[in-house]
């Protein structure tokens, strides 16, 4: 048998193909079956379906009834959804789409120029990263009915890969006319062009969709029926997928020291990596560079020179992720290979914190320090236990504070009472969306969750980030993300460890879960279930 | 969770026992020695102190046995026991020692059930003696003052209050103080009621002893069996809530506990089942040992049973 660390290490270079293959290639022996239940598990309930006004776990279920812009392969080229073809001004300030003729919303009224208009409008003042994306909206025109224009101030290299179903859903416009859209019934009982149409919401127990029998695509969906699960309690999510209770679920759908056990257990159960990128992230530990002591290069770097990535991987993340060196995860698109790599070197780091004018007291103690490990995710406390066994072994007596979530984001974020935290965060599709506001200086702002808690302040990285931010030369775009890679790398204002394991987990009934770059997140319109 | 109800019930069950029998013995100066050897003889404490002083001991010597930070990262994760000689009880998740968890996981066990009993007794002897002694209004005060905190769901107190001030060894133990006190307050304060209506306190008062005389030398030894009692119980109480504090990661992270060493090996229950069976099974040996303690000594010193009734 493979070992997992080696599966995993398939799974996420580009040699994955021959491996998967053989279930791939079983699986699309036959045509595509019409009917059947598809149940699909999420980890929670959302506070509403459509993912119009904020981007959380609704993004599970939002595309599958209400359709986007533009759907995506798996290296994020865009496919045609609602709008059929796109063109790009050269100086990157005018987006113009073709909208798709002959489309109804589920209520019956058709789809125009007018409810794109609407969406993109609502998206842009109200959902956290739409905000990002259309930062430099000036103006949505709508010359006909099946034409939108967009205008904006500065370019935005990253708009067309953020128009996916579940980042810009496209409501009915006079469904979402007046007033404030974050309390409209509609998010809660979609209407939208989506292969499925929403039957009901069980509020604690589930979601009901039944096939669109006037769907765009003739022939799709091929499911007559989706429920949608909500199981809060991973055992339990667990037992429902030995069971065969649940079919599908993405994201973490159980702990990850069930999940070797579980593929290896149950043969119609199987895990599907790809369709990750828009939620890709990686794990870091965050130095407060507000400290005297961490402020010191010396000391971060012989702290970086204390941490086995290889150990965290395999022992606390199970063999899963990938051990990365930088700022991106190695879905993203401007991921870079060969960054600079602190070997572990317990030596070398007892001579850097000598040399840093920290050496040890009669008791053997250089300095003492605080770890907060974020308290949402199973794998950073043990994450936060092996770094305090580290800092031990060179003399440095670091203390674990726990507390709840939003403790957790006071202290770091507002009162930046902190030294060192164990923190996570999601790529997103681009990095001006989801890395900049970490390592961007103007973004150290108290009260602002996620933003840069460290403090961290290079005006060459500053330069970088708002250069490739408006940057429409996809070659420079690159080298600017690569420098700013090296940048961040080299400056230690913290260690990113392992990229963060998401995967789809499906019974092998379940055929074409993941056909492009959104995954599970995707409209479902594809999915047959075999016998 | 479930442990508080029965304790409190069995609490309150043995409140009512202790009674006039010993007070009287104690009055009446028996020989000390006596009662001592009778609860020296009694099969249950014998069982109870061995396993007791077992681990104790264990508890001790864990730095001699098992040198060294519990907390390291000793070997590779996920050994089972046996497996490696240099582990004979395994090494968790993070390949830490199970053996040197579980023994300086005693310590810690142990220190906090003590310490917090020792804290709630000394509140809750305070507060009952002062409504017991007085009585009035005074009393009145305290009663509703005590009823506040019995209805109130002690484990859902504490989990408020160590999640609010932030998980420490020291909040850890004052919240199990804070949560446990009103059982021995509602008892000290009945003890002190009867007692207070006795002759030879109110001899004393005769004689001219102040309060505070009266209450420190003439009652309190007298009170003292039911509340031994009822401590040697709460010893155990106070061990479960802090391993069920633990296991909810509101221990203290920075120490190694046996509840914690549950609550870490949680996670890998159906594949390393090993990693909470053994300080599982440190738990209830512990909790076991304290109350066929307590229960031998309810035997011996509650005059409702035959042989304490020959104390005196």
């Not at chain 1, 500065?154 to 990253?158: D, L």
């Given at each position: 048998m493979i070992s997992r660390r080696h599966f995993s290490q398939l799974m996420l270079s580009a040699s994955a193909l021959p491996f998967i293959a053989p279930i791939a290639v079983r699986a699309q022996q036959d045509e595509p079956r019409r009917g059947g239940t598809l149940v699909y598990a999420l980890n929670q309930a959302p506070p509403?379906?459509?993912s119009l006004v904020s981007p959380g776990v609704e993004r599970g279920i939002s595309a599958k009834v209400v359709e986007g812009l533009l759907d995506y392969d798996h290296d994020l080229n865009p496919r045609p959804q609602l709008a059929t073809e796109w063109d790009i001004s050269e100086d990157g300030l005018t987006y113009r789409f073709k909208l798709r003729e002959g489309v109804t919303f589920h209520d019956g009224t058709p789809f125009t120029s007018r409810d794109v208009e609407a969406s993109i409008r609502i998206v842009s003042q109200n959902h956290s990263r739409g905000r990002a994306s259309f930062a430099n909206l000036e103006s949505i025109e709508t010359p006909s009915d099946h034409e939108v224009v967009l205008r904006l101030s500065?370019?935005?290299?990253?708009l067309l890969r953020a128009l996916p179903a579940d980042e810009v859903p496209i409501v009915p416009a006079h469904l979402f006319?007046?007033?404030?859209?974050?309390?409209?019934p509609a998010l809660t009982a979609p209407v939208g062009t989506g292969p499925f149409r929403f039957i009901e919401y069980v509020r604690g127990s589930h979601v009901l969709l039944e096939r669109n029998?006037?769907?765009?695509?003739?022939?799709?969906?091929?499911?007559?029926s989706v429920i949608i699960r909500f199981i809060t309690d991973g055992a339990a999510r667990t037992a429902a997928f030995e069971t065969g209770e649940v079919h599908i679920g993405g994201g973490?759908?159980?702990?990850l020291s069930d999940l070797g056990r579980l593929i290896d257990e149950n043969p119609h159960l199987a895990l599907e990596t790809r369709g990750q990128v828009y939620d890709a992230g990686v794990n870091r530990i965050e130095f407060?560079?507000?400290?005297e002591i961490l402020a010191n290069r010396n000391v971060r770097l012989a702290i970086a020179h204390l941490i086995d990535k290889d150990y965290i991987r395999d022992t606390i993340y199970y063999g899963y992720g990938a051990v990365i060196d930088?700022?991106?995860?190695?879905?993203?698109?401007?991921y870079t290979p060969g960054l600079p790599h602190y070997e572990v070197d317990v030596d070398l780091a007892n001579r850097l914190l000598d040399e840093a004018g920290y050496p040890r007291d009669a008791?053997?103690?250089r300095f003492q320090i605080r770890i907060d490990p974020?308290?949402?995710?199973?794998t950073d406390r043990p994450t936060a236990e092996y770094l305090r066994a580290r800092l031990a072994e060179v003399g440095i007596e670091a203390t674990l504070r726990t507390q709840d979530f939003a403790a957790y984001v006071n202290r770091v974020?507002?009162?930046?009472?902190?030294?060192?935290i164990v923190n996570g965060i999601t790529n997103s599709f681009d990095p001006t969306i989801g890395t900049q506001r970490i390592y961007w200086?103007?973004?150290?702002?108290?009260?602002?969750?996620?933003?840069?808690a460290t403090a961290y302040n290079n005006p060459e990285v500053d330069r970088l980030l708002l250069a490739a931010a408006v940057e429409i030369d996809p070659k420079t775009r690159f080298q600017q993300f690569a420098d700013f890679q090296r940048q961040v790398v080299n400056d230690l204002p913290d260690i990113h460890t392992v990229s963060q394991f998401r995967y789809t987990l499906y019974?092998?009934?379940?055929?074409?879960?993941?056909?492009?770059?959104?995954?599970?997140?995707?409209?479902?319109?594809?999915i047959w279930l075999a016998d | 969770m479930s442990h508080n109800p029965d304790i409190n019930d069995e609490l309150a069950r043995r409140a009512l026992g202790p009674g006039a029998a010993v007070a009287n013995a104690a009055a009446g100066n028996a020989e000390p020695s006596s009662s001592v050897r009778r609860v020296l003889l009694n099969p249950l404490v014998v069982v109870g102190l061995t396993i007791l002083s077992a681990i104790g001991a264990l508890a001790l010597l864990a730095p001699l046995l098992t040198p060294g930070?519990?907390?390291?990262?000793?070997?590779?994760?996920?050994?089972?026991?046996?497996?490696i000689a240099a582990f004979p009880l395994g090494t968790d998740a993070?390949?830490?020692n199970v053996l040197a968890g579980v023994l300086h996981g005693a310590r810690a066990s142990i220190f906090v059930g003590l310490s917090a009993t020792l804290l709630g007794v000394v509140i809750g002897i305070l507060i009952g003696a002062v409504a017991g002694y007085f009585g009035g209004w005074v009393d009145d005060l305290i009663v509703r003052f005590i009823e506040i905190f019995q209805t109130i769901p002690s484990f859902v107190l504490l989990v408020v209050l160590v999640a609010f001030s932030g998980p420490s060894l020291l909040t850890v133990i004052l919240g199990i103080a804070l949560v446990s006190w009103d059982v021995i307050a509602r008892l000290t304060r009945s003890e002190f009621r009867r007692l207070s209506a006795q002759d030879f306190v109110s001899a004393a008062r005769v004689v001219g002893y102040d309060h505070s005389h009266i209450i420190r030398h003439e009652i309190l030894p007298n009170a003292a069996p039911a509340l031994i009692v009822t401590g040697s119980i709460m010893v155990a109480s106070a061990l479960l809530m802090e391993a069920a504090l633990s296991f909810m990661?509101?221990?203290?992270?920075?120490l190694v506990s046996w509840g914690s060493m549950i609550g870490s090996g949680r996670e890998l229950?159906?594949?390393?089942?090993y990693l909470t069976a053994i300080p599982g099974g440190f738990i209830v040996v512990s909790v076991l040992a304290l109350n066929l303690l307590g229960d031998g000594l309810n035997d011996v010193?509650?005059?409702?049973h035959g042989a304490a009734g020959q104390i005196s």
């Open positions: 509403s379906l459509i500065k370019p935005a290299p990253y006319g007046e007033g404030d859209p974050t309390g409209n029998e006037d769907y765009w695509q003739a022939g799709k969906p091929y499911l007559d973490a759908s159980v702990p407060n560079l507000e400290n930088g700022p991106f995860a190695p879905e993203v698109p401007y008791n053997g103690v974020r308290p949402l995710a199973d974020f507002t009162e930046r009472d902190f030294d060192i200086s103007e973004n150290l702002r108290r009260g602002v969750p996620f933003s840069n019974n092998t009934r379940v055929q074409n879960h993941t056909v492009g770059a959104t995954g599970i997140n995707g409209n479902f319109a594809d | 930070d519990p907390l390291s990262i000793a070997g590779p994760a996920r050994l089972w026991p046996g497996e993070l390949g830490r990661g509101l221990g203290d992270p920075n229950l159906r594949t390393h089942w010193l509650n005059p409702r």
